[in-house]
């Protein structure tokens, strides 16, 4: 699926089994605590942090995907094209960043 039909879907999804979307402060709200459910699994799955036993069962992939969700949603209401706002994104990664990773020797092994 590309990112454009996902904006397609999750605004059919939106408009037809959840009703209509919340405002865009409560999206916000629910973007924050969706990643902080990633940012939990991820401290105790691969970072320092020992899992607890009733977050061992949790899929990572699918708190990414709640994430997302409601980035789509958010990006909808506020009429941005996340396919071009991606593309521009990274063209303007890639004229910033062009050499300053490969010279920095923090990220260098060889040098």
Not at 19 to 28: A, D, H, Q
Not at 48 to 76: P, R, T
């Amino acid at each position: 699926m590309t990112i454009e039909e996902a904006q397609k879907i999750v605004d059919e999804w939106i408009t037809t089994i959840g009703v209509r979307y919340f405002n865009e402060l409560t999206n916000m709200a629910m973007l924050m605590e969706e990643v902080g459910e990633v940012a939990r699994i991820m401290a105790r799955r691969y970072g320092e942090q020992s899992e607890k036993e009733s977050d061992k069962d949790k899929d990572l992939g699918d708190e990414m995907a709640d994430v997302l969700f409601v980035l789509i949603c958010l990006a909808n209401q506020t009429g941005i094209d996340l396919t071009e706002a991606l593309r521009k994104n990274l063209e303007k990664k890639t004229k910033r960043d062009l050499l300053r990773h490969k010279n920095n020797e923090k990220l260098n092994p060889t040098t």
